[in-house]
């Protein structure tokens, strides 16, 4: 059977057979992968879906794989919380978490998007596969390329997070760190695709590789009812993933799967690499390039790929982009856990902290249904609350020595009650 | 005066396959003129339908985007390696053919990252 899906050019709609190949040679423009709606309307139904696998791979019908495909990692599937405690903290009513801090197997939502390029990669008969990344990514690969037994080359930022560079070198990965920034690497990463034959996720599988984001889309829609929220707030470091989940729910509603509806998109970056917000902001209709610094590294990408499709997403949404200091990312971090129990690494710090400030501003209404997407755990970047937490002295394993650290306990926070007192028109940092 | 440019693989078809020239363009706007003499398929492709250069055709100059640098104000200096990459992503055409080399033709694989490998 022939595959019901294709190739085509963002810019020129120019289309190609199926390969491993992300630019138009007419316009120079990225290609994405367009798949047959028809072809799809049987079996990509609300019944069928629901017979399907607890994974993201209940949509397969609507992923770039063949019919027939078997996937041997159950990656997706998150739980979508509703999150009253940080509605209550935030000015909101109706707020939800998409919590992909939980995705399997390597806790971000980069394990979707590769599932569905190394299927692709062993479709196009290649050994060797790899990626350019800020960490996450590189989890996904290494840990998935494992399981199929692929070999790996995976390039990150030297600087990169203790925590996932050792999440990478677990799985027995090749990982190449690169003296410069992820923009760097990315064009390093353009350059080898070309020399060698290796599938490179994110540059030659990348029209693939960014299918699998349509899943969180189509999760969203499913846990809410088969309906679609108001607004959704995600975070943005290529911008691939806010076009995805937006292609995502146009493609429920044109099979007639939610009703249709504007779904508002708010991007959500880091201020200190910002191009996409800043984009939004000016009206530009171009991506000027910027030197990340920031504590967000896995948003770190100052010349992103998809920048221009993810604001040109957001502005025609009617939505909005907002960009965050690290002092707020990292309280956003302390916040969603204390209030929701989701610990999340510094992405979703700033995506907290932007749907906070979307509330603030008000350009969310309090009561509207909102979905804001974390897409990474906070076990990989806990190096962002060093100093955040003193460790108390030991108490020794006496009732009588705990019942005097309980009342010592009550003395202090009764004495920090008083110097809140003590402080006239002073503004709690969080 | 000379700069090295190193062409992406999605241009070839427009270059008769070549994949580098040398240039002794002083600055961008030079050296977009000299790739369009030289190869006169690539013009229309390289620029819209307005004339301006695609925006997804990025320009580095040694390892840096031309655009931290100046941009179209940035002046070439001597031996330095422009590389031109559409949209920071690439790829290869598909190369079906050489994924049949017959058995023990080729001794290499794709890991070894040898440039002529066709066994992977």
């Known amino acids: 059977m022939a595959l019901a899906y294709e190739l085509r050019c963002r810019e020129c709609g120019k289309t190609y057979p199926n390969a491993p190949l992300s630019i138009c040679d007419e316009c120079f423009s990225p290609l994405e992968v367009q798949c047959d709606l028809e072809a799809a309307r049987g079996s990509f139904t609300r019944e069928k879906i629901a017979q399907g696998p607890d994974s993201m791979w209940r949509y397969k019908a609507l992923l770039p794989v063949p019919e027939d495909y078997v996937a041997p990692t159950p990656a997706g599937w998150t739980p979508l919380l509703r999150a009253p405690r940080l509605a209550a903290r935030i000015g909101a009513t109706n707020l939800y978490v998409k919590n ?98 290796w599938g490179f996720v994110n540059v030659n599988l990348r029209p693939y590789y960014a299918e699998g984001s349509k899943t969180v889309g189509f999760e969203i829609a499913e846990q809410l009812g088969w309906k679609l929220p108001d607004n959704v707030v995600v975070p943005m470091a290529g911008g691939s993933l806010i076009t995805k989940i937006r292609k995502a729910f146009k493609e429920l509603i044109a099979l007639g799967l939610v009703e249709e509806k504007e779904v508002r998109f708010f991007g959500a970056q880091a201020t200190g690499c910002s191009p996409i917000s800043t984009a939004v902001k000016t009206g530009a209709d171009h991506i000027e390039p910027q030197r990340p610094s920031t504590i967000a590294r896995s948003l770190a990408i100052g010349n992103p790929a998809d920048g221009v499709y993810a604001a040109r997403a957001i502005r025609e949404s009617g939505g909005w982009a907002e960009d965050v200091s690290d002092v707020e990312i990292v309280s956003a971090i302390q916040e969603l856990a204390e209030t929701e129990g989701v610990f999340t690494e510094t992405a979703g710090g700033v995506t907290t902290a932007v749907t906070a400030r979307l509330y603030a501003h008000g350009r969310i209404r309090p009561d509207e249904l909102t979905v804001t997407c974390i897409t990474g755990n906070g076990l990989k970047t806990t190096d962002a609350l060093t100093g955040a937490y003193e460790l108390e002295r030991p108490v020794r394993p006496r009732l009588a020595d705990f019942e005097t650290y309980i009342e010592q306990q009550i003395e202090d926070r009764e004495d920090n009650r008083f110097e809140e007192r003590e402080v006239v028109g002073g503004a709690s940092v969080r | 005066m000379s700069v090295r440019v190193l062409l992406p693989n999605a241009f070839q078809k427009h270059t008769d396959g070549a994949r580098e020239i040398q240039s002794s363009a002083h600055n961008l706007p030079e050296l977009l003129s000299e790739i369009e003499t030289s190869f006169p398929a690539l013009k229309t492709h390289l620029r819209d339908e307005q004339g301006q250069v695609r925006r997804f055709i990025n320009f580095y100059v040694n390892e840096e985007d031309i655009r931290f640098l100046g941009n179209e104000k940035y002046s070439f200096k001597d031996g330095d390696e422009v590389l031109v990459i559409p949209s920071i992503a690439g790829g290869c055409p598909p190369r079906v053919e050489t994924r049949s080399a017959p058995a023990g033709q080729c001794r290499c694989c794709s890991y070894c990252g040898q440039e002529e490998c066709c066994c992977y």
């Open chain 1, 100 to 197: 992909d801090a939980v995705c399997l197997p390597t806790l971000s939502f980069k394990d979707r998007v590769v599932s569905v390029a190394l299927a692709n990669a062993q479709i196009f008969g290649f050994d060797t596969v790899g990626c350019s990344s800020t960490g996450n990514l590189a989890n996904a690969v290494a840990a998935q390329a494992a399981r199929l037994g692929l070999k790996t080359y995976i390039l990150v930022p030297a600087d990169l997070e203790p925590a996932k560079i050792l999440n990478t070198q677990v799985y027995g990965a090749r990982l190449v760190r690169i003296d410069g920034n992820y923009d760097h690497v990315n064009r390093l990463c353009s350059q080898i695709a070309e020399r060698y034959s």
